[in-house]
């Protein structure tokens, strides 16, 4: 939800910028606003987005193309990689109490950040390592939360 309407109109800079064959300054920086507002949109702190911003225009111009791509991949690309890097690009096991200790995960976010499906599949990896889990749904404003987790 949240997650699908900032990808969606990150899509749609990327498909202006796609089509183009030649990118002036002009061009990244008006696809960098939208970027930026897509972003500020889905409740990014504001100095995350500054900052994510200022590294991808740097990097953006006067980048030389790799061979193989147009300027607006090259410009996607390095969203991406920014992106990627921002976010962390390593990944970590959850710690979990040892032996038969309680483990309690707490999952918090804004409405329609995929709080629930993203914990289903938690519950589903955990489960295909043996663990017993308990989920409780404590959405009082979806019900259908708790036929979600089901």
Known sequence: MAFDSLSEKL????KNLRSKGRLTED?????LKEVKMALLEADVNFKVVK??????QERAIGQDVMNGLNPGQMVIKIVNEEMVRLMGSETTEIALRPGKELTIIMMAGLQGAGKTT???KIAGKLKAK???VLLAACDV???AAIEQLQ
């Open 11 to 14: 899509q749609n800079v990327f």
């Open 27 to 31: 061009d990244v920086k008006a696809a």
């Open 51 to 56: 900052q994510f911003v200022k590294d991808v």
């Open 118 to 120: 993203t914990t289903a």
């Open 130 to 132: 043996g663990k017993k």
């Open 141 to 143: 404003y979806r019900p």
